[in-house]
């Protein structure tokens, strides 16, 4: 058995991960095709790809992955690992999956940060984050996913240049993601003018969350990786 993360509180997985039973179809493709496509955190991503992959992107918290099968489906040349821990949000992107099946996806069942915290060095070309759970109350707000401390180590893992993205519809998240961007010294927000927050970019289709059960106006945040090679 595995020693005990030694900061238990951190390591806490927060949300659901079981949800309503899943289908014979859903339990068997966890069982099959999620054991095709798995990603196991540690190493060099790129050797968890066919070598048709050139560049390695993740989205947390992908949901039902619609977006994520875009992204992969209009960029063949990049692999695409997923992390979502809530079974059915696994289960309707293994189903999308069975029906235009792509062997550019990886996903992992599980906390996105373990991938993250095992990534190499500048070994990631994109990071998604779009619409995580708002955690609302004020002390709460500890559980969000982007923290100070996340900021280091996506900075750690993207490369010099490489895109996060970040969508909500909170309106306590939403500054509280900015404040911390923006703070943050190897980040720099590519935005001009408001219709870049406001407005979806063309290459950025609507999730599932987005097109369900949005609260507010969304907003949609690409900062850059500073590169500092001189
Ligand atoms: C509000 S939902 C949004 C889902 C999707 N991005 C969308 O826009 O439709 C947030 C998702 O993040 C997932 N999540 C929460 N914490 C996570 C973590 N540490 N790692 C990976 N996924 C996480 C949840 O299970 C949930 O499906």
Redo the contacts with the bound molecule.
């Keep these: 058995m595995s020693e005990p993360h030694p900061d238990r509180n951190r390591r806490k997985?927060?949300?659901?991960r079981k949800g309503p039973k899943l289908s014979q179809r859903q339990a068997g493709l966890r069982r099959t095709l999620l054991g095709e496509l798995a990603y196991v955190p540690g190493g060099d991503p790129l050797e968890q790809f066919p070598n048709t992959v050139k560049e390695v992107w993740l989205e947390?918290?992908?949901?039902?992955g619609e977006?994520l099968h875009w992204q992969a489906a209009h960029h063949p040349q990049v692999g695409l690992i997923g992390?979502?821990?809530?079974e059915m949000?696994m289960a309707k992107l293994l189903t999308k999956l069975e029906e235009s099946p792509l062997n550019s996806v990886r996903l992992y069942e599980g906390?996105?940060?373990e991938i993250i915290e095992a990534l190499p060095d500048a070994s990631l070309g994109r990071f998604f984050l779009?619409?995580?759970?708002p955690w609302p109350k004020t002390r709460h707000h500890k559980r969000r996913?982007l923290q100070m401390e996340m900021l280091d180590q996506l900075a750690r893992v993207l490369k010099p240049g490489a895109e996060l993205r970040f969508a909500t519809d909170d309106k306590s998240y939403l500054p509280y993601a900015l404040e911390r961007l923006m703070a943050h010294p190897e980040f720099h927000w590519l935005a001009q003018g408001p219709t870049d927050w406001r407005s979806r970019p063309a290459d950025w289709p609507p999730?599932?969350?987005?097109t369900k059960a949005i609260k507010g106006p969304p907003c949609f945040l690409r900062f850059v990786r500073r590169d500092r090679t001189p």
């Design positions: 997985l927060y949300g659901r947390v918290g992908f949901g039902a977006h992390a979502e821990p809530y949000g906390d996105g940060r779009l619409f995580p759970d996913f999730t599932r969350y987005e």
